[in-house]
């Protein structure tokens, strides 16, 4: 017999299609990164500040398995206690998670609402989850309907993206309540970008509801993205099956302590917040007046949807300038749309400048 990986590897996994980032998409060097959503201001916490410190943290243990330190702090912040927090490896982490611990490979099934996040269907590949799509609708809602018709007895997780990613706009709370209502799976409300949404967190509605998980995340508006701290809020039962699963020590010392400095500074967080939530209305009103833009929507998050004529070209274009933005038009309910991350006033600026010069 001669080894055959072909043979050995799981079909699953040799048919699914890996997660693209914005920075597979673009690896070459830019000057501007509008493509991933992140914090262009910077972040409360960096390496300067450190001088003495770092180098006396003791990489000789191992971190806190359980961050406590962390979520004592997180805990005054958000209004839930400790026993209610998990902390992953980014939001990713306890997507992850949630299959490994709700699903049933080859069996079940999930719910998901395209155009969004596409770490889900990621992850439901890798765990041999059936993934089941039911379309936003045109104004970007849920289809209450076509949801209740999809749900089955082997339907364990349905994922709502609220600021959604890549169109930006709030879900409906009221069909959101009905969803959690009368579901008897896990609903998981991802709101990684909650920060600049004008609708309420559902933090507060877990007293409400055994089945519901919210996601947030230091990668967005904590301009963190580059330490890997997700959160996830639930009931004390789901997190502590969240704790049972995961790796012992997810969350490394650096990242634990920087995390906790970080929350020292919520100052930071909600002047940069308000910062960007100014910039992206200049930003919205400027693309409105470029003669090959056909529509800005409305956003609750850090970033623009716009649809554009030739919006390949525009983005082509803007590479070759050296402004990175992000390409959605494959994406359904998103032809011809490029989703633009709100940058500094400068690279906004900039950003404009150079489409006024493009001609297609
Ligand atoms: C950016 C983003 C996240 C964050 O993922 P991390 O792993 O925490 O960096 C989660 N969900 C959505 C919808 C996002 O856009």
Not at 134 to 149: C, G, H, S, V, Y
Not at 180 to 204: H, K
Not at 253 to 272: C, I, R
């Amino acid at each position: 017999m001669e080894f055959s990986l072909e043979k050995i590897v799981r079909k699953n996994i040799k048919k699914m299609k890996p997660y693209s980032s914005a920075r597979h998409e673009f690896s070459g060097r830019a000057s501007v990164y509008l493509d991933a959503n992140e914090n262009a201001f910077g972040s409360p916490v960096n390496l300067t500040a450190y001088s003495g410190k770092i180098p006396a943290m003791q990489f000789n243990r191992y971190p806190d398995p359980l961050q406590k330190q962390v979520k004592e702090k997180l805990s005054t912040i958000k209004g839930v206690p400790s026993k209610n927090i998990f902390l992953g490896n980014g939001s990713d982490e306890a997507i992850d998670l949630l299959f490994r611990i709700f699903c049933e490979p080859a069996r079940d099934n999930i719910l998901l609402f395209p155009p969004t996040y596409g770490m889900y269907e990621v992850c439901a590949e890798v765990n041999n989850i059936k993934t089941k799509k039911i379309p936003l609708t045109k104004n970007f809602q849920l289809d209450i309907d076509a949801i209740e018709q999809a749900i089955d007895p082997f339907t364990k997780l349905i994922f709502i993206c609220s600021p959604n990613n890549p169109t930006g706009n709030s879900i409906n709370r009221n069909d959101i309540e009905i969803i959690l209502n009368n579901f008897t799976g896990i609903v998981v409300m991802d709101e990684a970008y909650i920060n600049y949404s004008r609708q309420r967190s559902f933090i507060p509605e877990l007293t409400e509801y055994p089945n519901l998980v919210v996601l947030q995340t230091l990668s967005k508006a904590w301009g963190l993205a580059g330490l890997r701290v997700g959160m996830a809020f639930a009931a004390q039962t789901i997190i502590d099956l969240m704790n049972k699963v995961k790796y012992p020590y997810n969350i490394n010392a650096v990242s634990q302590q920087l995390a906790l400095d970080a929350m020292n500074q919520m100052d930071w967080v909600n002047e940069h917040t308000k910062l960007i939530a100014i910039e992206k209305e200049k930003l919205r009103t400027n693309l409105s007046t470029l003669p090959f833009t056909e529509i800005v929507y409305s956003s609750d998050a850090n970033f623009l949807l716009v649809k554009m004529n030739k919006a390949r070209s525009v983005y082509e274009f803007l590479c070759s300038k050296g402004i990175i933005v992000r390409d959605r038009s494959h994406v359904i309910h998103c032809d011809d749309c490029l989703r633009i991350t709100v940058g500094t006033s400068e690279e906004n600026k900039l950003l404009i400048e150079t489409l006024k010069s493009f001609s297609s």
